[in-house]
Nanobody, 128 residues
Framework: EVQLVESGGGLVQAGGSLILSCATD????????LGWFREAPGKGRDEVAV?????????AYTFSARGRFTISRDNADNILYLQMNGLKPEDSGMYYC????????????????????WGQGTQVTVSS
């Protein structure tokens, strides 16, 4: 079982920035497709995609994240990052990182169903 541990969430004012991290002990980290998903407040376990990166470093973003967020992976230290700038109140929610050993087509990288391993989440709250 791949263990994923998120950190870096918090309370920030609109327009502010946060950097989320996701650490794993997986020795095969460099072979994982990785993604960040958000569970909006009051929506239950209905995560929506934010960004993803495949084993070749190809990145994908949802429309709302593009231009404001940057996903990156550090294969040496087994850490996935999400740099979030220009935060808006609607970005609030629990952020989960996800991983999967099976290569996903680039067109499917933002699909929740492509990922089998999930962290416990880190809360992001953006005040207006």
């Amino acid at each position: 079982e791949v263990q994923l541990v998120e950190s870096g969430g918090g309370l920030v004012q609109a327009g502010g920035s946060l950097i989320l991290s996701c650490a794993t002990d997986g020795s095969s980290f460099s072979t994982y497709a990785l993604g960040w998903f958000r569970e909006a407040p009051g929506k239950g376990r209905d995560e929506v995609a934010v960004a993803a990166v495949d084993v070749d470093g190809y990145t994908a973003y949802t429309f709302s994240a593009r231009g404001r967020f940057t996903i990156s992976r550090d294969n040496a230290d087994n850490i996935l990052y999400l740099q979030m700038n220009g935060l808006k109140p609607e970005d609030s929610g629990m952020y989960y990182c996800a991983a999967d050993e099976t290569p996903a087509p680039r067109s499917q990288l933002l699909q929740r169903s492509e990922y089998t391993h999930w962290g416990q989440g880190t809360q992001v709250t953006v005040s207006s």
